[in-house]
T-cell receptor
């Protein structure tokens, strides 16, 4: 049954290490989003995929961040040479509609429980 | 620059009372305004959303009031219950991005006392 599944749930990385965070969206969902949520803050947009196409990556904070969704289902967010400021919860969300249709219809996007990244 | 300002940061309400959370925005391109509820360790979940063509939307105990001229919107939770204790986020999205991006407020931590 599933909802959006993210792994690992918790990751401790040493500064400078590369990490990969996986998102399994709800089956058949067209849209996939990544958000970053720092402690005590609201989520911040990172990137958006429509099927396998990355249509918006304006929120990626630096070129150390890279996301892909090669077959239009599972997505991976990769962070290279992690820094302490990368410590956050990384949330993945998916939707059966493209965002424009979703907003007009009131259809929701479904968030996963997040991957908690701590960089030490 | 914080595009969506949310207040208060935290709120304590007695069971049965009304919880009110306010948000203000600057970007006039925003025209979709959802509210999300987040429990500890969970992802945000959509509660209710509004578009600027209406000034109020009600779903059960939850009501959004929207003031386009003031660029403000608020969430009212009627008959607040302990199970409503969570963090609430307002958000906004612009049509010129095809609504692909949500800009969130910083959140309000609500505690409903029994």
């Amino acid at each position: 049954g599933a909802g959006v599944s993210q792994s690992p749930r918790y990751k401790v990385a040493k500064r400078g290490q590369d990490v990969a965070l996986r998102c399994d969206p709800i089956s058949g969902h067209v849209s996939l989003f990544w958000y970053q949520q720092a402690l005590g803050q609201g989520p911040e947009f990172l990137t958006y995929f429509q099927n396998e196409a990355q249509l918006d990556k304006s929120g990626l904070p630096s070129d150390r961040f890279f996301a892909e969704r090669p077959e239009g289902s599972v997505s991976t967010l990769k962070i290279q040479r992690t820094q302490q400021e990368d410590s956050a919860v990384y949330l993945c969300a998916s939707s059966p509609l493209v965002p424009y249709e979703g907003a007009l219809s009131g259809n929701t996007i479904y968030f996963g429980e997040g991957s908690w990244l701590t960089v030490v | 620059q914080q595009q969506v300002k949310q207040s208060p940061q935290s709120l304590i309400v007695q069971k049965g009372g009304i919880s009110i959370i306010n948000c203000a925005y600057e970007n006039t391109a925003f025209d979709y305004f959802p509210w999300y509820q987040q429990f500890p360790g969970k992802g945000p979940a959509l509660l209710i959303a509004i578009r600027p063509d209406v000034s109020e939307k009600k779903e059960g105990r939850f009501t959004i009031s929207f003031n386009k001229s003031a660029k403000q919107f608020s969430l009212h939770i009627m008959d607040s219950q302990p199970g409503d204790s969570a963090t609430y986020f307002c958000a906004a999205s612009p049509s010129n991005s095809g609504y692909s991006t949500l800009t969130f407020g910083k959140g309000t931590m609500l505690l409903v006392s029994p």
